[in-house]
């Protein structure tokens, strides 16, 4: 079932451990057939050297497994979560990449800053709230999801795909899980970058003009970037 779907996952995941994101399985990577409504993602705690593609597990879109020996992500909760809010994900990755998870632990914004930033993600990396006693006492990795569709009221997923989960880390979400890992990069990219323009000037400014002409030129309805 979903061999391919299951195949793209496992590469995703791998790719976490190439591009130096995740540390032992600190991290995951998912994938949502939409036509059928279901979701592969990889199982819990197995060390991704040791990963093979039929390890993924296809869960359903209400969490129930429907294929795999082993047991999906902990974090499966929140994926699903995204999933059923952002109709435009095709893929989801959470990471505890080190600049990254350093801003959600200051519980700050990312602040857009520069135009790698604004080649990816049209507004600040935003970061949550904080968890309330019964989220964090109740289904806690699903309330993880829910404080994240929270924080996006009025921000537009599909230009800013990713998200600082306060005390916690970063997910990212894409047309497809690759595209989620290229998201994942970038955010841990910028997020060194503001680190240490922060350092070098605290009274940071950007030109809201280059903000609009580096995203929309990559994203927008003119968007003339790449080859076509």
């Not at 590469?11 to 409504?37: K, P």
């Not at 289904?139 to 996006?152: A, S």
């Not at 998200?163 to 990212?172: E, M, T, W």
Request: proline share 5%; glycine share 10%.
């Amino acid at each position: 079932m979903l061999e391919s779907l299951k195949e793209e996952v496992f590469r995703a995941n791998l790719e976490l451990v190439e591009y130096g994101l995740v540390v032992f399985t600190w991290g995951n990577a998912s994938a949502i057939d939409r036509a059928t409504g279901l979701a592969v993602i990889k199982p819990s705690g197995v060390r991704y050297g040791d990963m093979k593609a039929s390890d993924m597990v296809v869960v359903g879109l209400d969490g129930s497994k429907v294929e795999g020996d082993l047991k999906p992500s902990s974090d499966t909760p929140t994926h699903l979560a995204l999933y059923r809010a952002f109709p435009e994900a095709g893929g989801v990755v959470h990471t505890h990449s080190t600049y990254a998870t350093a801003w959600a632990q200051a519980g700050r914004d990312i602040p857009n800053i520069g135009t790698t930033h604004a080649d990816y993600f049209h507004d600040a990396i935003p970061c949550t709230a904080d968890m309330s006693e019964a989220e964090v006492d109740g289904e806690y990795e699903l309330e993880t999801g829910n404080v994240i569709v929270k924080r996006f009221a009025g921000i537009n997923p599909v230009h800013t795909p990713g998200v600082l989960v306060k005390n916690h880390g970063p997910f990212s979400w894409g047309k497809d899980a690759r595209d989620a890992v290229h998201n994942a990069v970038v955010m841990e990219q910028v997020a060194k970058m503001a680190f240490v323009a922060e350092a070098i000037n605290p009274a940071l400014t950007m030109n809201p003009l280059l903000v609009e002409k580096h995203f929309n030129r990559k994203h927008g309805s003119g968007a003339y970037y790449g080859q076509f």
